[in-house]
């Protein structure tokens, strides 16, 4: 059974690690990728970005683990309708500075670039919305619906919590992958919005998601 809770800050480089390995082979790595001979340098890299990464949300979001046999097999990060946004400074706040000894500084801009840009579609929805994120699973636990039973159990229950009234909640993602276009869709939310973005002569799909989530 998979038990949920908040991230411990003395996990973050445990996480850092699961998501450069659930992220490595997708679209948005590209740009840093070719910096590296081996795959186990490149995950190296991306361990130490994802820290950098989930430690500029950390303290301005809801950062959720799913654990099941003291294993940390999934995890999300949840911004709050109406919050303060992260940007490059948080990011850089978070030590990006010290990702320039390996990668060089233009390679690591565009990177965090590149992630601040999926958010644009769905800039208006996000200032009035729950925005997923990220959601990431272990690769050893693919195919197990992980990612879903974290969204059904977790994400969205702890949303129909918070909400106030009989109102119901804007909730919105976004992804640059096709099979997660295909696992959001699956998981209940409708697709507002396609964009590219074009890195180095490829173009990158842009997918941004919403569904309405009534009050408990």
């Not at 190296?44 to 970005?49: K, L």
């Not at 990431?136 to 195919?143: K, L, P, T």
């Not at 998981?187 to 490829?202: L, M």
Request: charged share 30%.
């Amino acid at each position: 059974m998979i038990n949920y809770r908040r991230l411990g800050l003395a996990e973050l480089k445990e996480v850092a690690r699961m998501n450069a390995v659930s992220f490595a082979d997708y679209p948005l790595c590209d740009e840093i990728r070719n910096e590296f001979i081996d795959e186990d340098g490149f995950v190296d890299f991306m361990t130490e970005v994802f820290h950098v990464y989930i430690g500029a949300y950390y303290k301005k979001s809801l950062v959720f683990v799913g654990e099941e046999e003291n294993q940390i097999k999934s995890f999300a990060i949840l911004d709050r309708p109406y919050s303060k946004g992260t940007g490059l400074f948080d990011y850089f706040r978070a030590g990006a500075f010290k990702l320039f000894r390996t990668v060089s500084i233009t390679k690591v801009y565009k990177f965090l670039k590149i992630l601040n840009e999926g958010h644009e579609p769905s800039k208006d929805h996000k200032k009035r919305s729950w925005f997923l994120e990220s959601l990431a699973v272990d690769n050893s636990c693919r195919g197990q619906q992980l990612g879903s039973k974290m969204l059904k159990d977790c994400i969205i229950p702890y949303i129909k919590e918070q909400s106030k009234g009989n109102k119901s909640e804007s909730f919105v993602t976004f992804t640059n992958n096709e099979i997660n276009r295909k696992f959001y869709t699956k998981n209940g939310f409708t697709e507002f919005d396609y964009t590219t973005i074009e890195r180095n002569g490829k173009t990158m799909g842009n997918w941004s998601f919403k569904m309405s989530v009534s009050p408990a």
